[in-house]
């Protein structure tokens, strides 16, 4: 994994994030695969996929709050980040729209006939796409997603999910591991705590409480892990009562809540799922965005799935404290401790 400034920092410091953040708010040999992650300042996780023939290298947003497989199409404006069709003589298109099918390759595993989106590109060359690793619930247009095209492959019907935590904004590096059928073993605790999915659509499950300083909440939840969520996001009740219980404060240009960057003694967030505890210290739910003023972004947001889906979103914040395994085989997940060599 790379690291380089987040596109929301940047975006916040020419002062253009409040008008674009709604952009992201979107003969067979057994195998595992291991694919290096791209860190973009604990606030973005990318990786590198291959589409036609010859293979042309893509840097997607790996998702599991999605089931599709979508990247941008090259243009006359836009020739870098992006599948240039003309030039793999492998591509098929599969019907009316956007929708063709190609090679697709990820962490050395291969798909000969990967169904997926071409879509016209805009401003955020960082991402060339998405790589949804959802359930086919969510899927749409019959689209088979690319795990399930993947799982004949693998070792065993599972991957795994390590970010890291880079501190310094300057440092460069491995941001991050996805190990396609197998269980990371070397940057993950072995000490693995298992739920039962709720639900075969998003990667859901219950949480039986909430805690955060002097506000909790006992009333069981349901949540999901999603990669492609850089923060952790809960209904409009739930945030305000977290920020009131940490003292932060609302930025309106940005649209965010802060912090100062040396405050002291914050209380950890407490998830209490399948029985256990997990703890998310302020050194993973405050990050340095350089909003100014000596203040820091605390990484939560609203959201309302309208009342038909989960309440809470655990985003990347949740997924650097703790790595996710999402077993698609036992339609479970699990998490254990993440190992980081930096706090």
């Not at 920092?9 to 008008?19: D, F, L, P, R, S």
């Not at 030039?87 to 090679?103: C, F």
């Not at 998405?130 to 690319?146: C, D, E, M, R």
């Not at 009131?244 to 002291?264: E, F, G, M, P, R």
Request: aromatic content about 12%.
């Amino acid at each position: 994994m790379t690291r380089t400034p987040s596109l929301r920092a940047k975006m916040i410091n020419e002062g253009t994030w409040a008008a674009n953040k709604n952009h992201f708010k979107k003969t067979r040999v057994l195998a595992t695969g291991n694919s290096t992650v791209s860190d973009y300042y604990d606030d973005m996780y990318l990786i590198n996929i291959n589409l036609g023939t010859p293979p042309q290298t893509i840097v997607v947003m790996p998702s599991t709050g999605s089931a599709h497989l979508w990247v941008y199409t090259c243009n006359d404006n836009y020739k870098q980040n992006c599948f240039n069709s003309s030039q793999s003589s492998t591509l098929n298109a599969t019907r009316s729209g956007n929708y063709v099918r190609d090679v697709f390759s990820v962490a050395g595993l291969t798909y000969k006939t990967q169904e997926f989106d071409l879509t016209i590109p805009n401003s955020f060359s960082q991402i060339g796409g998405i790589l949804g690793l959802g359930w086919p619930g969510i899927a749409t247009g019959n689209v088979t997603p690319p795990m399930q095209n993947l799982l004949p492959q693998l070792d065993k019907p599972l991957f795994s999910v390590w970010f890291d935590r880079k501190v310094k904004i300057s440092q460069g590096g491995s941001g991050g591991l996805i190990t396609f059928g197998a269980i990371d073993s070397q940057n993950c605790d072995s000490n693995i705590n298992y739920v039962k999915l709720s639900s075969l659509t998003y990667w859901q499950f219950s949480v039986s409480s909430v805690q955060v300083g002097s506000y909790t909440n006992n009333k069981p939840v349901q949540a999901i892990s999603d990669t492609g969520t850089s923060w952790i996001g809960a209904s409009s009740a739930d945030v305000n009562a977290i920020i009131k219980a940490i003292n932060a404060q609302y930025d309106a240009v940005n649209q965010l809540y802060y912090v100062s960057c040396t405050q002291t003694g914050l209380p950890d967030w407490v998830f209490t799922i399948g029985g256990k505890q997990y703890n998310i210290p302020s050194a993973e739910y405050v990050i340095d965005l350089e909003l100014g003023n000596g203040n820091c972004a605390v990484t939560i947001f609203e959201f309302d799935f309208g009342g038909f889906g989960p309440s809470w979103i655990l985003g990347d914040t949740f997924i650097r404290t703790y790595c996710n395994f999402y077993d698609i085989g036992n339609q479970q997940i699990g998490f254990s401790k993440a190992h980081h060599t930096e706090v």
